[in-house]
């Protein structure tokens, strides 16, 4: 069946650093794939989205691009913030539009 | 307005009773979708309605009922609760084939004693 497969966290990082959040997945055909964040004791939120190969989605600074050859959608964003932290989660849309998630990648920014 | 919404936010009880929750959606969706986050914030489906009927199913246990009494409503009942049901369960709902971005409520937490 379809499934995610994220970086496992915590990832740990000083203010203003580069990061990346590794994505990759496994599905039939090509599903549209989304980032998702949960900020704490909140809900998810939609971070940014790609529907097709070689789609780029950018939100806030992040970014991810829809790779179909390496079947990945990495997660980056240039200079991270306090305020950046909070949990990640990469998704495929699936059968009945039902989402399939990773497993969260917790980001904890330091100043 | 709030696009989904869950009630209630916060849910504690005792094992072995019986809970709802409920999920209403006013932004003319057709298909709503129950998932749970279990303690390691893990995410999984477990049901899905589309115009009322039972689209998805994801062998969830048997004391895990889901009802819709219309299309803008998807309630989740849960029998003789057990300590593994604590979880944020959240709501979710979108528009069928038509590529729009589901929309999640702000999840319930249950907690079973």
């Known amino acids: 069946g379809d499934s995610v497969t994220q970086m496992e966290g915590p990832v740990t990082l000083s203010e203003e650093a580069f990061l990346t959040i590794n994505c990759t997945y496994t599905?039939?055909?090509?599903?549209?794939l989304f980032w998702y964040v949960q900020y704490p004791g909140e809900g998810l939120q939609l971070l940014l989205k790609?529907?097709?190969?070689?789609d780029k989605g950018s939100n806030k600074g992040f970014e991810a691009t829809y790779r179909k050859e390496t079947t990945s959608f990495h997660l980056e964003k240039g200079s991270v913030q306090v305020s950046d932290s909070a949990v990640y989660f990469c998704a495929l849309q699936s059968y009945g539009n039902k989402l399939v998630f990773g497993a969260g990648t917790i980001l904890r920014v330091k100043s | 307005d709030t696009a989904v919404s869950q009630t209630p936010k916060y849910l504690v009880t005792q094992m072995g009773n019986d809970k709802s929750i409920k999920c209403e959606q006013n932004l003319g969706h057709d298909t709503m979708y129950w998932y749970k986050q279990d303690s390691k914030k893990f995410l999984k489906i477990m049901f899905s309605y589309n115009n009322k009927e039972l689209i998805i199913n994801e062998t969830v246990p048997n004391r895990f009922s889901p009802k819709s009494p219309d299309k803008a409503h998807l309630n989740l009942h849960i029998n003789s609760l057990e300590l593994g049901d604590s979880a944020v369960y959240f709501c979710?709902?979108?528009?069928?084939?038509?590529?729009?971005?589901?929309?999640f409520g702000p999840g319930t937490r249950l907690t079973v004693l």
């Open positions: 790609a529907t097709k190969a070689d």
């Open positions: 979710a709902s979108t528009q069928h084939r038509t590529g729009q971005d589901p929309y």
């Open positions: 599905a039939t055909g090509y599903p549209s």
